[in-house]
T-cell receptor, first 113, second 114 residues
C-alpha cells in the first residue's frame, strides 16, 4: 500500500519568513496530493491540492510543488503570519479506484511574532 | 464544499461498552470514509463506507470491532464495540465532494474510554 513520509516534524519560523514542508510517497499510481491544516481541537481543513498533471500550484501565500519522477511534493508558505501556526498534513491518493487518503505524520508549524 | 456534522461531538464511555457515531452530510456524496486520530498523531483510515454494501476495512481494523452502516448517500454510522482505553481517540468521517472529489472532514467525535 501507499506510504507517505513527511518532514520536518516541527518547524519554527519568524513572522514574515518562509516555511517549507516536504513529503515523499511510495505508490507510483498516486496522482492526487492534498494538504490539510489542523488547528488545535479542530478538524483538518483542505488548504491546497495538486494533481499529477501539474508541477506547481499557487494560492496567494501558499504553493505546492510536485515531482512525480522523484515521488515528492512540498508545501511552501511565504510571508508567514502567527495565524499560520498549526499542524500541517500532506496526503496522497489515487483519483480512481481506491480514493482514500494516506496521510503523512504531520508538521507542527510555529510562527513566532 | 459539503456541510458535514457528527454526533456526538464527544463522549466518555466505560470499558466494554459500545458507542455509535453518526455522520450526516447536507448533500449526496459518493465517497464516505472513517478515520481515527489518536492524541498528537496523524490520521489513519479505518474503512471506506460503501452505500448498499459492506464497508471496506483497512489492515488492522475489523468489522466486529468497528461495524459501519451506510444506508444512503448522506448518512453513515461507525460503532466502536467492546471499548478499551486504547480506543480513546478522535473519530472523523470524511466525504468526497466537489467536481474533483476533494475530501472534507466532519468536526470529529472525541472518545474517552475509562
Amino acid at each position: 500500500g501507499e506510504n507517505v513520509e513527511q518532514h520536518p516534524s516541527t518547524l519554527s519560523v519568524q513572522e514574515g519568513d518562509s516555511a517549507v514542508i516536504k513529503c515523499t510517497y511510495s505508490d507510483s499510481a498516486s496522482n492526487y496530493f492534498p494538504w490539510y491544516k489542523q488547528e488545535l481541537g479542530k478538524r483538518p481543513q483542505l488548504i491546497i491540492d495538486i494533481r499529477s498533471n501539474v508541477g506547481e500550484k499557487k494560492d496567494q501565500r501558499i504553493a505546492v510543488t510536485l515531482n512525480k519522477t522523484a515521488k515528492h511534493f512540498s508545501l511552501h508558505i511565504t510571508e508567514t503570519q502567527p495565524e499560520d501556526s498549526a499542524v500541517y498534513f500532506c496526503a496522497a491518493s489515487r483519483k480512481t479506484g481506491r480514493r482514500a487518503l494516506t496521510f503523512g505524520s504531520g508538521t507542527r508549524l510555529q510562527v513566532q511574532p | 464544499s459539503a456541510v458535514i456534522s457528527q454526533k456526538p461531538s464527544r463522549d466518555i464511555c466505560q470499558r466494554g461498552t459500545s458507542l455509535t457515531i453518526q455522520c450526516q452530510v447536507d448533500s449526496q456524496v459518493t465517497m464516505m470514509f472513517w478515520y481515527r486520530q489518536q492524541p498528537g498523531q496523524s490520521l489513519t483510515l479505518i474503512a471506506t463506507a460503501n452505500q448498499g454494501s459492506e464497508a471496506t476495512y483497512e489492515s488492522g481494523f475489523v468489522i466486529d470491532k468497528f461495524p459501519i452502516s451506510r444506508p444512503n448517500l448522506t448518512f453513515s454510522t461507525l460503532t466502536v464495540s467492546n471499548m478499551s482505553p486504547e480506543d480513546s481517540s478522535i473519530y472523523l468521517c470524511s466525504v468526497g465532494a466537489g467536481l474533483l472529489h476533494e475530501q472534507y472532514f466532519g468536526p470529529g467525535t472525541r472518545l474517552t474510554v475509562t
